[in-house]
């Protein structure tokens, strides 16, 4: 009897746990991921009577219920005293084509000049920076190498540690901030789209990474930065986390954002990538791909971030993804399946463009010798854990 006891003692108990354990992860997972821009009382104190640059684009928003402002509008409401906005590619707004030069202009709302960091210059010069305290950089990123946002990052850091000129980051979560892939980049071939070795998908927030570029010395300066840090709340590497402004004219949904590891490596090549449709990285297609394969088809026209889309006005065969579940890793299955059945496979990749996106010369000449997925992938595995090595000691969140 007292073993009967026991038992339905300890099943209670442990039912009773169970259910405690679910509802504080369920708790957990439903925690509200508060932005560093929300934590207004976390950096006003540090920008008070300073002359203040800002480094910004449509994301750089404080979300309140059901809405957002802008971090300019909102620093200007707490007399904050503003003297130049930078703009980064696709300009302050984010509704320039990718790789379209911007001009410095004025701001038709706020009046503050914004020097463009896609046109003349991606660098700050000294003249734009003489007459300022220190800098804020607040911009959405997406966690792929290829996205110029941390390049700009890195040149605006360069740039400050140069002229003495704090810097603080805003930090904002990483969409495809739950693994790390891809091929780590090769130095002989750094370019804005990847200015270190690090993989395809680097696991980190523009924060962490701001950190690791100031902590493994890569700024390629040599005065010391002073280097800010405003963190999230609520983040972890596995959070979901949907990002409400789209961060660029042709990353116009979750979908494409979760894609894009994968699909932007078909920037490097003919095929085109969704651009000069409303689907923009969650589908694929060329003129040249063999109809008698692919079943799925569509023509990309100019539209709104895509003046000259690849294959505009011709009938493209390839794959519709807009449905497809969001591989946990960097695919090439798709990649490769254009390749293997494209009709003139000489006309197939950009090369110098590809192997700036790719990081390496060497994923093209794997893709034309036949090379399977998985042992492609097997060749990225050292390096990986290298970098993987390097990126624990600057993470902030778990």
């Not at 169970?18 to 708790?27: D, E, N, P, Y």
């Not at 990847?194 to 395809?200: A, F, S, T, V, Y």
């Not at 390839?318 to 960097?330: A, C, F, Q, Y």
Request: hydrophobic share 35%; glycine share 6%.
């Amino acid at each position: 009897m007292n073993t009967v006891l026991n038992y339905l003692k300890n099943k209670v108990l442990y039912l009773v746990l169970a259910l405690l354990m679910s509802f504080i992860g369920s708790v957990y997972a439903q925690q509200e991921i508060l932005v560093a821009a929300n934590k207004t009382q976390s950096y006003l104190p540090l920008l008070k009577e300073k002359k203040i640059g800002l480094v910004v684009n449509a994301t750089s928003v404080i979300f309140k219920d059901d809405t957002y402002i802008h971090l300019v509008d909102s620093l200007l409401a707490h007399r904050v005293n503003i003297k130049t906005i930078f703009s980064p590619e696709h300009g302050f707004r984010t509704d320039a084509d990718a790789g379209e030069k911007i001009q410095d202009e004025i701001d038709s709302k706020t009046g503050l000049p914004i020097v463009s960091l896609y046109g003349k210059n991606r660098k700050p010069t000294s003249e734009q920076l003489e007459d300022l305290d220190l800098v804020v950089f607040d911009i959405q990123d997406v966690g792929v190498r290829f996205y110029t946002y941390i390049a700009t990052l890195q040149l605006v850091m360069e740039a400050c540690a140069e002229n003495n000129i704090p810097l603080i980051v805003f930090d904002r979560p990483n969409p495809n901030g739950s693994y790390i892939d891809g091929p780590v980049l090769e130095k002989k071939h750094s370019s804005f789209l990847g200015l270190n070795e690090i993989p395809l998908v680097y696991g980190m927030t523009i924060g962490e990474y701001a950190n690791m570029l100031k902590g493994e010395k890569w700024l390629r300066v040599d005065n010391d930065l002073d280097l800010r840090i405003i963190p999230l709340e609520g983040y972890t590497h596995q959070s979901s986390y949907h990002i409400p402004i789209k961060p660029s004219p042709n990353l116009p949904n979750d979908q494409s954002i979760g894609l894009y590891p994968s699909l932007g490596l078909f920037e490097g090549t003919n095929v085109n990538a969704g651009r000069g449709t409303p689907y923009q990285f969650s589908r694929f297609g060329a003129s040249f791909l063999d109809n008698t394969y692919f079943d799925f088809s569509y023509t990309p026209h100019p539209n709104k971030g895509s003046k000259y889309p690849k294959e505009d006005g011709k009938l493209c065969y390839g794959r519709d993804l807009s449905t497809v579940e969001i591989p946990n890793k960097v695919s090439l299955k798709w990649l490769m399946e254009a390749y293997e059945n494209s009709i003139d496979k000489n006309a197939f990749f950009i090369t110098s463009g590809f192997t700036r996106h790719a990081g390496t010369e060497l994923l093209q000449q794997q893709i034309e010798k036949g090379l399977t997925e998985d042992q492609i992938r097997m060749s990225w595995q050292k390096d990986i854990n290298i970098f993987k090595s390097i990126r624990k000691k600057y993470l902030l969140y778990p």
